[in-house]
């Protein structure tokens, strides 16, 4: 039982902190998870506390890899809305 933080992240520093089993360690190109020390918050919270502190949709995710923000979660914005959205940065 462990979270995972993917490329996405942006090395705010925001869930380093909140981590009550010190499982977030700074790494390079971004944070990592300690997999052995993660205990996804059970018992001592409701949530995981990096979760419910990260401003990125999608960079942390759960054993079986669901996002805990999945997109739109944070921004309101519908994914095929925000790809439509990117294909046209894209295209300039």
């Given at each position: 039982?462990?979270?995972?933080?993917?490329?996405g992240c942006?090395?705010?520093?925001?869930?380093?902190?909140?981590?009550?089993?010190?499982?977030?360690?700074?790494?390079?190109?971004?944070?990592?998870?300690?997999?052995?020390?993660?205990?996804?918050?059970?018992?001592?919270?409701?949530?995981?506390?990096?979760?419910?502190?990260?401003?990125?949709?999608?960079?942390?995710?759960?054993?079986?890899?669901?996002?805990?923000?999945?997109?739109?979660?944070?921004?309101?914005?519908?994914?095929?809305?925000?790809?439509?959205?990117?294909?046209?940065?894209?295209?300039?």
């Open positions: 039982m462990a979270l995972k933080i993917t490329a942006v090395n705010c520093w925001a869930c380093e902190p909140l981590c009550p089993s010190a499982a977030i360690e700074p790494a390079s190109p971004h944070f990592y998870i300690d997999p052995v020390a993660c205990c996804e918050c059970a018992g001592t919270y409701a949530e995981p506390q990096c979760a419910s502190i990260c401003p990125i949709e999608g960079a942390i995710v759960d054993a079986c890899g669901g996002a805990l923000n999945p997109p739109g979660s944070l921004t309101g914005i519908p994914p095929d809305l925000l790809e439509q959205a990117r294909a046209r940065i894209r295209a300039r």
